[in-house]
């Protein structure tokens, strides 16, 4: 009797409680989780058929970083013979490529470099829009700003409105992981806390900058914390000032483990089934009732999987990224151009209708 009061409290978009979400991730039939789920996509998309995607590039301001991610392949050590930062000439061809192909975004990762102050970035982003104009930069994320802030000795507020002055667009959700201190004390103990990560969009939605949520999942953390970790969201999706977008989407996304210490550490670790990543999605849908947009990773589940979680709650089906480093790194390989995206998602029985970051068809 009890799931069935949680499945009405469920599909009338009402806050559920830890305890209950839970109750309902662990013990809900599949059929069920994704029918509800589904049912909260068709009332939060006015039974729109429509799937967004988008054209956009991913790059990597530096391969430096002093996060100690044990997921991560792709960084280095300052004392590395390796490292890079990357030169306006190499971003001014990516750019004229990103244009060419119909595209005009650029997600700018950089890491927690420990020499990169905030002038370079927005020395970076103002000669970005003052050669492109028209570019739109989603760039850092909340450890990056949290990292920015402390060797600036400067607030949230001060460095996000500077990087605002300089160029900055929209904020990702990168960096967030598992919202658990217990987890992330283990696999990324050079990052912020789950606190501040929420402080940061906390400010970046007072400030009106369109942000996204992630959450990275399938290695130590429980499902207990991967519920908290969508009800911290959602919580802090319901502060926002109603004059702010807040989270725009959130994307849950499988860890990859080939070849990282993560896994030399917990080798026993099983990989994601796609059930399990179903349940993801669903029960995503079903907590962030305040969240519009909920995205398929097909980058690390592929086709088939983020095809079925159009039936599980996703409505968007992200980008045909043009260039990713950091998750390929570990053993994400699966690949869409524009033809690519569009059939799978018209395969599904949707309509693919390409998007901006704002989420707004175009």
Same mark, same amino acid.
């Given at each position: ?13 009402? +806050? ?94 950089? %890491? ?56 900055? +667009? ?37 400030? +009106? ?108 089906? %992200? ?17 869409? +151009? ?25």
């Amino acid at each position: 009797m009890k799931l069935i009061q949680i499945y009405h409290k469920a599909l009338a978009k009402e +806050d559920l409680t830890t305890e209950e979400a839970l109750l309902m991730y662990k013990e809900a039939p599949l059929a069920k989780l994704l029918f509800i789920g589904n049912e909260l996509r068709k009332k939060a998309k006015n039974n729109s058929k429509n799937v967004g995607w988008i054209i956009d590039r991913n790059v990597n301001l530096s391969n430096v970083c002093i996060a100690g991610c044990k997921f991560c392949n792709f960084y280095r050590k300052i004392t590395d013979p390796d490292t890079y930062v990357t030169k306006i000439e190499e971003y001014r061809t990516k750019i004229e490529e990103l244009f060419r192909l119909g595209g005009n975004q650029l997600l700018l990762q950089g %890491g927690l470099h420990p020499k990169l102050k905030l002038d370079f970035y927005k020395n970076l982003f103002s000669e970005l829009k003052k050669e492109f104009p028209s570019i739109k930069l989603h760039a850092l994320g909340p450890a990056e700003i949290h990292h920015l802030a402390r060797m600036e000795k400067l607030t949230y507020k001060e460095i996000l409105t500077e990087l605002i002055e300089a160029g900055l +667009d929209s904020l990702p959700g990168a960096g967030a992981e598992i919202l658990s201190d217990r987890v992330r004390k283990i696999v990324s103990p050079g990052k912020c806390t789950s606190q501040q990560w929420l402080s940061v969009m906390q400010q970046a939605h007072i400030l +009106d900058i369109p942000t996204s949520a992630t959450m990275m999942f399938g290695f130590i953390e429980t499902s207990k914390e991967r519920i908290e970790h969508l009800i911290s969201i959602r919580d802090l999706q319901a502060q926002k000032p109603e004059y702010s977008k807040g989270f725009i989407t959130f994307i849950p996304w499988v860890y990859q483990s080939e070849d990282t210490i993560l896994k030399k550490l917990y080798p026993n670790i099983e990989p994601i089934s796609t059930i399990e990543y179903l349940r993801i999605i669903a029960i995503s849908r079903i907590i962030l009732n305040n969240i519009e947009n909920i995205q398929a990773s097909w980058l690390t589940v592929g086709k088939e999987a983020g095809q079925m979680s159009l039936y599980a709650g996703a409505n968007d089906f %992200g980008s045909i990224m043009i260039e990713e480093n950091v998750v390929s790194s570990a053993g994400a390989n699966y690949q869409f +151009d524009e033809a690519g995206i569009k059939n799978a998602i018209t395969e599904a029985g949707f309509i693919p209708k390409r998007r901006n970051q704002k989420y707004e068809f175009i």
